[in-house]
T-cell receptor
Framework: ETGVTQTPRHLVMGMTNKKSLKCEQH?????MYWYKQSAKKPLELMFV???????ENNSVPSRFSPECPNSSHLFLHLHTLQPEDSALYLC????????????FGPGTRLTVL | GESVGLHLPTLSVQEGDNSIINCAYS??????FIWYKQESGKGPQFIID?????DKRQGQRVTVLLNKTVKHLSLQIAATQPGDSAVYFC????????????FGKGTTLSVSS
């Protein structure tokens, strides 16, 4: 295990639903990331938080709303999604210091009907 | 735009053979590279990394080679085992571009007994 957990592991939702994805880390890391992984495509960076402050928003539609209430938790709030938003959503963390290694959670498999 | 890519989407080998997975990158400012392994149903897992001031780094059964002249990265797996079957991603880090990694599409390695 990497020390990064994500819940739920699977989520099916309609286009009018509101749901949230949760990421929790026990590594004491300062940077947290949301990625989208679609079939046959590279991982797409969505958001970056450093010390609970959002430092990057990679042109993500407003129907995705991140929240970082503390250094251990990261949420991705979902609202009025589209079927093309169906994908694996991965959370990752990175510690301070010289290493740029990112530790990934297992992901949430999202299906939008 | 800048991109990180892999030469082949799939690679099939026999158990015991050596595997070589290739990656081409286009940004000469990249100064750090990581290889990740992603098994089905799991998030990417760190395998090995290399900084741009090195051209080779060895781990347990894995070797990463970096050729900055042609912007090429490779992952060599010795004595490939069925448990090595997974998708392998290369990722680059451009220090001036912030804190995010840029990922390639991935190569699916299949190992048959």
């Amino acid at each position: 295990e990497t020390g990064v957990t994500q819940t739920p592991r699977h989520l099916v939702m309609g286009m009018t639903n509101k749901k949230s994805l949760k990421c929790e880390q026990h590594l004491g890391h300062n940077a947290m990331y949301w990625y989208k992984q679609s079939a046959k495509k590279p991982l797409e960076l969505m958001f970056v938080y450093n010390f609970k402050e959002q430092t990057e928003n990679n042109s993500v539609p407003s129907r995705f709303s991140p929240e970082c209430p503390n250094s251990s938790h990261l949420f991705l709030h979902l609202h009025t999604l589209q079927p093309e938003d169906s994908a694996l959503y991965l959370c990752a963390t990175r510690g301070a210091g010289g290493s740029n290694e990112q530790f990934f959670g297992p992901g949430t498999r999202l299906t939008v009907l | 735009g800048e991109s990180v890519g892999l030469h082949l989407p799939t690679l099939s080998v026999q158990e015991g053979d050596n595997s070589i997975i290739n990656c081409a990158y286009s940004n000469s400012a990249s100064d750090y590279f990581i290889w990740y392994k992603q098994e089905s149903g799991k998030g990417p897992q760190f395998i090995i990394d290399i900084r741009s001031n090195m051209d080779k780094r060895q781990g347990q059964r894995v070797t990463v080679l970096l050729n900055k002249t042609v912007k090429h990265l490779s992952l060599q797996i010795a004595a490939t085992q069925p448990g090595d079957s997974a998708v392998y991603f290369c990722a680059e880090f451009i220090n001036q571009a912030g804190t995010a990694l840029i990922f390639g599409k991935g190569t699916t390695l299949s190992v048959s007994s």
